[in-house]
C-alpha cells in the first residue's frame, strides 16, 4: 500500500531533466541544474557507495527501505544500512530518471545498478528553512519488486 502511495504522488508531480553532472554542491544552490542541484552529490554519492558521504545529507531521523525492509531509524542506523546494502550489492552506476519539486520538498527518482541487479531508488529531501536539504526517505527497491 505504501509504494502504491508514493508512486500516487509522482504520478500528481511534473517530472523534470536528468542531472547533467553539474560540480557538487554541499547545500542547495541554483546552478545549472536549477531547483534541482541539491540532487548533484547525492547522486554521485550512491553510483560510488559512498555511505559517509551520502549520510550526511541525511537528516537526524529518517525513513529507509531497502528491498523490502522498511523502517523509521537514526542518522547513523541509516547507515549500517547502507553500508550493508552496498557491501552486497557493489554500485557500478546510478541514473536519475525523474526528479520533481513541491513547496519545500525535492523528489528523486532513479535506477541503481549494483551487484549485477537493477534497483529503483527513491528519495525525499526537504528543506527547514535556507539552502540546506536533508534527506527524510530513502528506499531501495529491486525493479521486479515494482511491478
Known amino acids: 500500500m505504501r509504494k502504491i502511495a508514493i508512486l500516487a504522488i509522482f504520478m500528481s508531480l511534473p517530472l523534470c531533466a536528468q542531472i547533467t553532472g553539474t560540480p557538487a554542491a554541499t547545500a ?16 554521485r554519492y550512491l553510483a560510488a557507495g559512498d555511505v559517509n558521504s551520502l549520510s550526511s545529507w541525511f537528516a537526524d531521523n529518517l525513513d529507509i527501505t531497502v528491498i523490502s525492509s522498511s ?3 537514526s542518522k547513523n542506523q ?8 552496498f557491501s552486497s550489492y557493489t554500485p557500478r552506476s546510478f541514473e536519475a530518471t525523474h526528479k520533481a519539486s513541491d513547496g519545500n520538498k525535492k523528489y528523486l527518482i532513479g535506477l541503481l545498478n549494483a551487484g ?5 531508488v527513491t528519495i525525499y529531501a526537504t528543506s527547514y528553512g535556507g539552502d540546506s536539504y536533508k534527506i527524510q526517505q530513502l528506499a531501495i527497491s529491486r525493479q521486479s519488486d515494482l511491478y
Open 78 to 85: 541509516a547507515r549500517q544500512i547502507l553500508r550493508s546494502f
Open 116 to 120: 549485477g541487479e537493477i534497483f529503483q
Open 28 to 43: 542547495y544552490s541554483q546552478t545549472a541544474d536549477g531547483d534541482f542541484a541539491v540532487f548533484n552529490s547525492i547522486t
Open 71 to 73: 523502517q523509521s531509524c
